[in-house]
């Protein structure tokens, strides 16, 4: 390749790169004349004006004005209705027979109401009585329990009694019975005291018994003092206070004053429990009666 071929490309080289900033920058090289760029006007078109129509035209009519309709006149409110009579009430006949009824159901819806309130009632103060037998067998004393249950239970010859006992109390069949042997022995010796006849040898014996208590427990018969305490002792052992003061009641006087607060004790433990077995069998008894 000669020098002719390499002109020949490097023309063609510059030729495309004229026409390539021509077609780019032509326009602003080169500027189009204005004239030739301006738009035309365009023609609106104009109404006709009266000189253009001539003498003959005439005016336009102008529009005949539209009727308005007047409204109807109100049409006069309708008078309220007369207000109606209320019915009469239809009375009932009187039916006897369902008054009857009515006044048997009555009765014995009562007689249920005090039925019930009586057995509510019996069955407090059978409670009450109950828990005054309880603390009444005891060695202390019970008064605000007797209070307890006065609220309860109707006043009674029984409940006043009580009332005077439980102040103090009384021991319980155990501890009196664990009491009656010191009692016993004082009680034999004052029943062995001589008379105001006796001789110097029985004088002489009952200062030595006051020193030394010697009392027989396994004599049970007899009159004598040692077997009569000693029945009494063994129904004191066995809880049998009524015996025992049975028994004590037949000592010589000597004897028994020697024996009395012993026997004070067991006599103020009976009337306790005495006058609460009535109490309670009253109260068990008004229990019943109400069916309960």
Do not use: H, N
């Not at 010796?189 to 014996?205: E, S, Y």
């Amino acid at each position: 390749m000669g020098p002719a071929y390499w002109a020949g490309l490097t023309f063609g080289a510059v030729c495309i790169f004229l026409g390539l900033v021509l077609g780019l920058w032509g326009a602003r090289i080169v500027p189009s004349d204005p004239a030739s760029r301006a738009p035309v006007p365009a023609v609106l078109p104009q109404e006709p004006t009266a000189r253009d129509a001539g003498p003959s035209s005439a005016p336009a009519p102008s529009p005949a004005p539209i009727p308005i309709p007047t409204p109807p006149p109100p049409a006069p409110a309708p008078s309220p209705p007369a207000a109606a009579e209320p019915a009469a009430e239809p009375q009932v006949a009187d039916d006897p027979v369902a008054a009857a009824q009515t006044a048997a159901l009555e009765a014995r819806l009562a007689e249920a109401e005090a039925a019930q309130k009586g057995t509510a009632q019996a069955a407090s103060a059978a409670l009450a009585v109950s828990a005054l037998a309880q603390a009444a067998a005891g060695s202390r004393p019970f008064a605000q329990q007797v209070d307890e249950a006065a609220r309860v239970l109707p006043a009674s010859d029984d409940l006043a009694a009580l009332r005077d006992l439980a102040a103090v109390g009384a021991p319980s069949r155990p501890v009196l019975a664990a009491a009656f042997p010191a009692a016993a022995a004082r009680a034999a010796v004052a029943a062995r005291q001589p008379g105001a006849k006796a001789g110097l040898m029985d004088r002489a014996a009952y200062f030595v018994s006051g020193m030394i208590t010697v009392r027989r427990t396994d004599r049970l018969t007899g009159p004598g003092a040692d077997a009569i305490l000693a029945r009494a002792g063994r129904a004191a052992d066995a809880g049998d206070l009524d015996v025992a003061l049975r028994e004590i009641a037949t000592l010589s006087p000597a004897a028994r004053a020697a024996i009395g607060p012993w026997r004070a004790d067991a006599e103020r433990r009976l009337a306790i429990e005495r006058r609460i077995a009535t109490l309670r069998a009253g109260a068990a008894a008004s229990l019943k009666g109400t069916g309960g």
